[in-house]
Each structure stands twice: as C-alpha cells, then as structure tokens.
C-alpha cells in the first residue's frame, strides 16, 4: 500500500520566514500527492497536488511543492510566513483511489 | 466552496446508543466519503460510496455502518457507539478518484460519554 509520512507534528516559523513542511510518499508506482491545509474547526482545503505533470507544483496562498522522485519527496514550501498560514498541514497520497493521509503538521506563525 | 454540509455540528452520546451522521451534498458528485480524524493520525476512511447504493470499507470500518439511497446523501452509522470512537468525522465529495479533488465539509464533533 502506498502512504506518506510527515516528518515533525509542530513547526514553528516567525513571520516573514521561510516555510518548509516536510512529506515523504511510499509507492512503487508513480504517485498522485497532494497538500491540504486544515484551519481551526474546518474541513481540509486543497492546496496543491501533483500529477506527473510538472514537477514543481504552484498553489494557492503562495505555497508550492517540489516532487522529488529520487528522495521520494514532496515537501511544501512558502517563501514568506504569514500569520494567516498558521494552520494544519496534511500530506496525502493516491492509493488505489483512495487517498492515504499522513499524521499532520501544525504550523505556527510568530509574530 | 462546494456545497457540502454535515449535521449534526457536534454530538454527546452515551456509549451503546446508535448515532447517525448525516452528509448532504449539492453537486451531483459520484463519489462521497467518510473519515475520522484523531490527533496523530491524520484523517483515516472509514468508508465511501461510489453511486447509488454502492459502497466500500475503507481502513477503520469496523463498528461503523453507510447507506447512501440518494446521490446527495451519505448516512454514517455507529450502531453501538464506544468511547474509541469518540473523533471529529469529515465527509467529501470529488468526481472521480485518484487525482481529482476532495472537497470536504465542516465536520461533526462526536463525544461518546
């Protein structure tokens, strides 16, 4: 089975900082990835997702991911920290249809 | 956002009570799903519905049951409710399923005294 795993449940950036929320995919076919992004008592919101097209993904808010087959990574970036980027960050992977999430990340923004 | 709305918002029960979750879609999506999520474990799927009557287990199906008689309604049942299953369920929808988009709802809180 396919899966992902997010390395660090909390990552504290100050504002203004770069962003980097790590994701690494377990797949022995080519993998469909995507980052969503949860705000307090909301459901998951899509931020991007990869499909073979190109391997560096833009989305909204200004992250974007870069699939990197040979460290089997998809890690989310910004350049810039927001306070408004303060949120939960899920790693997902397409298995079989169905998508595989990983455990999270809880971002926080320092003013 | 798509519209997606879940009911109830949030839930106390007592354990060995049935409780129903219910999902209510406006798009027309084939596919509707079901997941819980806790603290470590990101979302996990219980379930999902494919069409009309057609549904799946997914990873943690055990002591849930579905039912989806209408395409915009997906129906989660606990049949006996446990305190492990104590969780914040979401619901999604999408057109298709392994690159196309899930959009979720807002989530049930669920409390199982």
């Known amino acids: 089975a396919q899966s992902v795993t997010q390395l660090g449940s909390h990552v504290s950036v100050s504002e203004g900082a770069l962003v980097l929320l790590r994701c690494n995919y377990s797949?022995?076919?080519?993998?469909?990835l995507f980052w969503y992004v949860q705000y307090p008592n909301q459901g998951l919101q899509l931020l991007l997702k990869?499909?073979?097209?190109?391997?560096l993904v833009k989305g909204i808010n200004g992250f974007e991911a870069e699939f990197k087959k040979s460290e089997t990574s998809f890690h989310l970036t910004k350049p810039s920290a927001h306070m408004s980027d303060a949120a939960e960050y899920f790693c997902?992977?397409?298995?079989?249809?169905?998508?595989?999430f990983g455990a999270g990340t809880r971002l926080t923004v320092k003013p | 956002d798509a519209g997606i709305t879940q009911s109830p918002r949030h839930k106390v029960t007592e354990t060995g009570t049935p409780v129903t979750l219910r999902c209510h879609q406006t798009?027309?999506?084939?596919?509707m799903y079901w997941y819980r999520q806790d603290p470590g474990h990101g979302l996990r799927l219980i379930h999902y519905?494919?069409?009309?009557?057609?549904?799946d287990k997914g990873e943690v199906s055990d002591g849930y049951s579905v039912s989806r008689s209408k395409t915009e309604d997906f129906l989660l049942t606990l049949e006996s409710a446990t305190s492990s299953q104590t969780s914040v369920y979401f619901c999604?929808?999408?057109?298709?399923?392994?690159?196309?988009?899930?959009?979720f709802g807002p989530g049930t809180r669920l409390l199982v005294l």
């Open positions: 999604a929808i999408s057109d298709g399923t392994s690159y196309e988009t899930q959009y």
């Open positions: 797949s022995s076919v080519p993998p469909y």
């Open positions: 990869y499909t073979s097209a190109a391997t």
């Open positions: 997902a992977v397409s298995d079989r249809g169905l998508r595989r």
């Open positions: 798009e027309n999506h084939r596919y």
């Open positions: 519905s494919y069409g009309v009557k057609d549904t």
